[in-house]
């Protein structure tokens, strides 16, 4: 099975280090806000409201490492030094990252990818992780993490390079796999899961909330 990964980037938006989940994710949970202005206007009884500027898109998921399984002569791998502390390390300040006017430094921009997500560039914004086994001698050979991360590129603007898309022209195809649902490949296309009705629509779903893994799905464009 293909595993979910995170990867290290330079500023030049280039793969410099690619950790590999141990467990795929159960879930992916994505959030979107977007930034109002209210006038407080003293004559009126709802205050005007104006559009200014977007929020940046959150994804949170929880991941699980464990070396107790894969203990050799008895002995098993302290999972921090292993497998935690290489996302841990995405978080400090990256040497590669500082700004040669200012001299401010900054943790570098990181890619989730897995599956038809081959490409969410963001920041890790939190990490917490639980130790729930230990060896005898403390070794912590279990952990649990959760990461959230926040988007720092609309996904509108990245190249579409969906392994489960393809076609010419205005139209392209997604092939359904295990857990799709029509929002989720709405948000994956269009980056608006609101929009699953445009895909519904085009391929006359009646059942919409049984897709059935392997059926192709025509993707209208915008």
């Known amino acids: 099975m293909e595993k979910a990964t995170i990867t290290r980037l330079n500023k030049a938006n280039q793969e410099v280090e690619k950790v590999e989940v141990l467990f795929n994710p159960k ?37 699980y490492f464990d070396t107790y399984k894969s203990a050799k002569n008895g002995k098993c791998d302290d999972v921090i030094k292993k497998y935690t502390s290489k996302l841990s390390a995405m978080m400090e300040v990256d040497p590669n990252w500082v700004d040669t006017k200012s001299k401010k430094g900054r943790p570098p921009t990181v890619r989730f990818s897995w599956g038809s997500i081959v490409g969410f560039d963001a920041v ?28 720092v590129k609309d996904k509108k603007e990245q190249k579409k390079t969906n392994p489960t898309s393809g076609g010419v022209g205005g139209e392209r195809y997604w092939t359904v796999r295990e857990g799709d649902t029509l929002p989720w490949i709405a948000f994956s296309e269009y980056n608006d899961p609101t929009d699953w009705r445009r895909i519904a629509d085009a391929n006359q779903l009646i059942q919409v909330r049984r897709l059935r893994p392997g059926m192709r799905l025509m993707i209208p464009s915008v």
């Not at 939190?126 to 050979?141: A, K, Y």
Request: cysteine-free; glycine content about 6%; overall charge negative.
């Open 27 to 63: 879930e992916l949970s994505f959030s979107k806000t977007n930034n109002w202005k209210q006038d407080d206007g003293p004559k009126s009884n709802v205050p005007a409201t104006e559009f200014t500027s977007g929020g940046a898109t959150t994804l949170k998921l929880q991941l």
């Open 124 to 151: 890790i914004t939190s990490i917490n992780q639980r130790l729930t086994l230990f060896q005898p001698d403390g070794t912590p050979v279990r952990a649990i993490l959760e990461v959230s991360f926040s988007e």
